[in-house]
């Protein structure tokens, strides 16, 4: 549905297996897995469909689990973002860290994102994809430093403050890599809409601070408007203004939905973050090294886009 950039043709870091395409999970962690998806999506039928399996092999497991490792239910940090299921006993750190330097040791990366900005990351070579999810930078670091996922692409938007020029987030037991700037801006039906949709606020903290900064009317999407389809597909036969990364909306989707930049509103500008494990062992540092230098590469191509 949007412009992507070009599919990488590098080969992966160094300890690939000749012949492989595709990372391919143990044995022993395949349930591992399981209950990951769970966190990420938030309920059994879409991490069935991301994985798959049927909804009662996600069912079977996540009771096994429960039974095994003393799993328990927990309130989220953020609306619509609610883990089902967290394991905080060592037991299940110590696997996903297993999990975690198996795949880059393979020269793989488990990465996510939210919906604006899956395009830059779809076709990326040694790249484990999960659903994209709508999250505050907050709880992106914590995926990632509890092993759930191995990095996070994040907007500075998706912050909960301002920070001095030159100055970094931090977080513990995770680094963040900056990796440029992308450019977002307003699109509807009219050109000129007032009121925007916008993900939850929880979620986008800065990003609602600056569009009510501008008098606009500020909308939240409904907890499901997840993944870039049905973000796109959200504003659809109404008079609302959806938020796009301008490098990434594509014209035929904007074509296609009757969608119109507003032209005389200023765009707003993110800084995009790889926010990684601290302090991994010096084997995994080639697979860091690869994803950051393909993001930065696309990224460029973008920005070199936009001027054409």
Same mark, same amino acid.
């Given at each position: 549905?949007?412009?992507?950039?070009?599919?990488?043709?590098?080969?992966?870091?160094?300890?690939?297996?000749?012949?492989?395409?595709?990372?391919?999970?143990?044995?022993?962690?395949?349930?591992?897995?399981?209950?990951? &998806?769970?966190?990420?999506?938030?309920?059994?039928?879409?991490?069935?469909?991301?994985?798959?399996?049927?909804?009662?092999?996600?069912?079977?497991?996540?009771?096994?689990?429960?039974?095994?490792?003393?799993?328990?239910?927990?309130?989220?940090?953020?609306?619509?973002?609610?883990?089902?299921?967290?394991?905080?006993?060592?037991?299940?750190?110590?696997?996903?860290?297993?999990?975690?330097?198996?795949?880059?040791?393979?020269?793989?990366?488990?990465?996510?994102?939210?919906?604006?900005?899956?395009?830059?990351?779809?076709?990326?070579?040694?790249?484990?994809?999960?659903?994209?999810?709508?999250?505050?930078?907050?709880?992106?670091?914590? &995926? !990632?430093?509890?092993?759930?996922?191995?990095?996070?692409?994040?907007?500075?938007?998706?912050?909960?403050?301002?920070?001095?020029?030159?100055?970094?987030?931090?977080?513990?037991? !995770?680094?963040?890599?900056?990796?440029?700037?992308?450019?977002?801006?307003?699109?509807?039906?009219?050109?000129?809409?007032?009121?925007?949709?916008?993900?939850?606020?929880?979620?986008?903290?800065?990003?609602?601070?600056?569009?009510?900064?501008?008098?606009?009317? &500020?909308?939240?999407?409904?907890?499901?408007?997840?993944?870039?389809?049905?973000?796109?597909?959200?504003?659809a036969g109404s008079s609302r203004a959806l938020l796009l990364c301008r490098q990434l909306a594509g014209a035929g989707p904007m074509r296609d939905l009757g969608l119109r930049w507003h032209r005389d509103a200023?765009?707003?500008?993110?800084?995009?973050w790889l926010l990684l494990p601290a302090g991994q062992p010096h084997v995994l540092t080639p697979t860091v090294r690869a994803a950051e230098k393909r993001l930065k590469r696309r990224l460029q191509w973008l920005r070199r886009r936009l001027s054409d």
């Open positions: 549905m949007t412009t992507a950039p070009p599919a990488d043709s590098e080969a992966g870091p160094r300890r690939r297996r000749p012949g492989t395409s595709a990372y391919r999970i143990p044995d022993p962690l395949r349930d591992l897995r399981v209950i990951d &998806l769970l966190e990420l999506t938030g309920n059994q039928l879409q991490a069935g469909q991301a994985l798959q399996v049927h909804q009662s092999t996600v069912c079977r497991i996540r009771k096994t689990w429960i039974e095994q490792f003393g799993i328990v239910r927990t309130a989220g940090v953020e609306p619509g973002q609610r883990p089902p299921l967290t394991g905080m006993g060592l037991c299940i750190q110590h696997l996903r860290m297993a999990a975690r330097a198996h795949r880059m040791e393979e020269g793989w990366l488990r990465l996510a994102t939210d919906a604006l900005h899956q395009p830059l990351v779809d076709g990326m070579e040694a790249t484990i994809l999960v659903p994209p999810r709508f999250r505050s930078s907050r709880h992106w670091a914590e &995926l !990632v430093r509890l092993g759930v996922i191995d990095a996070a692409l994040v907007s500075s938007l998706c912050h909960d403050q301002w920070l001095e020029p030159g100055g970094r987030p931090s977080w513990p037991g !995770v680094r963040m890599l900056p990796l440029g700037e992308l450019t977002l801006g307003l699109a509807s039906r009219t050109g000129r809409a007032r009121q925007v949709l916008v993900p939850h606020r929880l979620s986008t903290p800065l990003l609602h601070l600056q569009l009510q900064e501008r008098k606009l009317a &500020l909308m939240t999407a409904p907890r499901s408007c997840q993944e870039q389809e049905d973000w796109l597909h959200s504003v200023p765009p707003l500008m993110e800084q995009l």
